[in-house]
């Protein structure tokens, strides 16, 4: 299984940006795939997950503002990201979970297989 995450880049707060991750050797339709995030010198975060190819969750610093969603054609799941702030700058990775429980869409560990990350900037 291969993730490729893309899209990320430099923005104005308030800006929008739309992430990318297209995978490959393996069908996203009800697999769990889900986003983190992390800042220089601080943990990995949780930001939105579809579980299961159904449900969505976010986490509370990005939801109203994050939209998660997948592309059955493409494989590919986005990560829409609206009224950006500062606060947001930070390296994006994709994180595919197979057989994840809901109560652990929010642990990194718990994902198997990882994109390479792509750096979101967004300036004040």
């Known amino acids: 299984v291969q993730l490729q995450a893309s899209g990320g880049g430099l923005v104005q707060a308030g800006g929008s940006l739309r992430l990318s991750c297209a995978a490959s050797?393996?069908?996203?339709?009800?697999?769990?795939v889900a986003w983190f995030r992390q800042a220089p010198g601080k943990e990995r975060e949780f930001v939105a997950a579809k579980f299961r190819g159904a449900n969505v969750y976010y986490g509370d610093a990005v939801k109203g503002r994050f939209t998660i969603s997948r592309n059955n054609a493409e494989n590919t799941v986005y990560l829409q990201m609206n009224s950006l702030k500062p606060e947001d700058t930070a390296v994006y990775y994709c994180?595919?979970?197979?057989?994840?429980?809901?109560?652990?869409?929010?642990?990194?560990?718990?994902?198997?297989?990882w994109g390479q990350g792509t750096q979101v900037t967004v300036s004040s």
């Open positions: 050797g393996r069908t996203l339709t009800r697999e769990t």
């Open positions: 994180a595919l979970g197979p057989s994840l429980i809901l109560s652990s869409i929010r642990t990194s560990a718990q994902y198997s297989y």
